[in-house]
């Protein structure tokens, strides 16, 4: 044998026995602009500690065609794909696909908000780790409720009285095209969302509880879809029946709602040099349904997993520890506003002075509600499906809440069968 191939043999059994062996992996992402070039600079760094190499495979921007396109990958068996980057809600409803991170992650387990782990653990499997995460809150005009002495409000219905007080009084004064209150109440998943918080902060429950059983048929998630009924055409317009988030926010960015529930990136986007509210207004965790009750808010975020079908599965799994890392989160929120499920970062001086906002959120995560994903695991866009169809009949003023729940209770036992 020559001396060069003995010395290369030798270099790569050495190699694989202390652990350094380079792979070349893949990580999905429907990041564009500066979110996919701020991936890859941190793939780079990556890349440099370990000596493996990552490819970004870059997928459309719209979630339901990237959603499609994993449950075709992972139905294949597909080896190509190493990282998934996942939607909170998509991981519960693959986990079959996913390598079970807990043993990998134990140690930091306890580090990140517990909503965020529970939405991520299914079966006791944790099936994804988070890269970062989102929920909403109640954005309010500092500067209305200081003209009319009001207080931020902690329940719905002192939203509601506020809401209307400032609203009339605004009209009055000439701005007819003042209301209350703006949110989301398309019939989509960004309505079981706002329906979900109506419901858990009345003490309804969250749907589909965590051991699977259907609890939305009751008086109290009734008397929550019937509240937010009684908004439209008083402190919400009509047309909120058909809005997104992002209808939602041209009301409100054009300075002609006095409250507005939505997800961190309308915070600079309202105070962006082309705002009418620029300034002029801040955030609150959502109100709760009664007096001394907690708020809820619909947890979002992003997270990573690795394929069960990965060629280099302890290499993948490095990469998601890095990715997951305080160092990493901490260079998303202040290069990109992306919120931290660290709880510990939320105190860090560094971000505070880059994004002030930040801070403001901790008091919002501490009470995030997962949506029912990890117990209705691969149903679940179905049950939401059934769910958010349910609340906007009521809020359409077809049929009571009571009643539309009944049925929806129904339907659910029927979609369940013998178990989700």
């Not at 792979?23 to 990556?46: H, K, W």
């Not at 008397?223 to 009509?238: E, M, N």
């Not at 929120?333 to 560094?350: G, M, R, W």
Request: aromatic share 10%.
């Amino acid at each position: 044998m020559k001396l060069g191939s003995f010395l290369a043999g030798a270099l790569v059994t050495a190699l694989l026995s202390s652990g350094a062996y380079a792979a070349n992996l893949s990580i999905v992402s429907g990041d564009t602009g500066n979110g996919r070039e701020f991936l890859r600079s941190q793939l780079d760094r990556f890349e440099k500690e370990t000596g493996n190499k990552v490819q970004i495979v870059a997928m459309p921007a719209n979630s339901s065609d990237q959603f499609g396109q994993y449950r075709l990958w992972l139905a294949a068996g597909n080896t190509d794909i190493d990282v998934y980057r996942t939607d909170v809600i998509w991981a519960p409803q693959l986990a079959e696909q996913f390598l079970d991170l807990t043993d990998a992650f134990k140690d930091v387990i306890g580090q990140h908000f517990p909503s965020v782990i529970e939405s991520q653990t299914v079966d006791g499997k944790l099936v994804a780790m988070p890269m970062y995460t989102d929920a909403p809150a109640l954005y309010y005009r500092k500067d209305l409720l200081e003209k009319y002495k009001k207080p931020v409000p902690k329940t719905w219905d002192e939203m509601a009285a506020t809401a209307k007080e400032i609203q009339d009084g605004e009209r009055a004064a000439g701005n007819k095209g003042m209301f209350g209150y703006v949110f989301q109440g398309n019939a989509y998943e960004g309505l079981t969302c706002n329906a979900l918080e109506w419901i858990k902060s009345s003490g309804g429950g969250q749907i589909i509880e965590t051991d699977g059983t259907i609890s939305i048929n009751n008086p109290d998630a009734a008397a929550a879809v019937d509240r937010a009924k009684g908004w439209i055409d008083t402190i919400s317009p009509r047309g909120a029946l058909a809005y997104t988030e992002e209808e939602s926010r041209g009301v409100w960015q054009t300075g002609n709602s006095v409250f507005m529930r939505n997800w961190p990136y309308a915070y600079a986007l309202g105070n962006g040099p082309d705002s009418a509210i620029k300034g002029k207004f801040d955030v609150a965790p959502l109100p709760a349904g009664k007096e001394g009750a907690s708020s809820a808010a619909a947890l979002g975020g992003w997270n990573i997993a690795v394929s069960k079908y990965s060629k280099s599965p302890e290499e993948a799994i490095k990469l998601v520890k890095f990715l997951s890392a305080p160092e990493q989160q901490k260079e998303r929120a202040i290069a990109l506003s992306n919120l931290p499920t660290i709880k510990a970062l939320y105190d860090d001086k560094e971000i505070i002075a880059a994004q002030p906002l930040i801070s403001n959120w901790k008091p919002v995560f501490e009470t995030a509600v997962p949506r029912p994903s990890a117990p209705t695991k691969v149903k679940y866009n179905e049950v939401s499906s059934m769910f958010w169809s349910a609340v906007h009949d009521t809020l359409s003023g077809n049929g009571t809440a009571a009643e539309n729940l009944e049925l929806l209770e129904a339907k659910l036992a029927e979609l369940q069968g013998g178990s989700w």
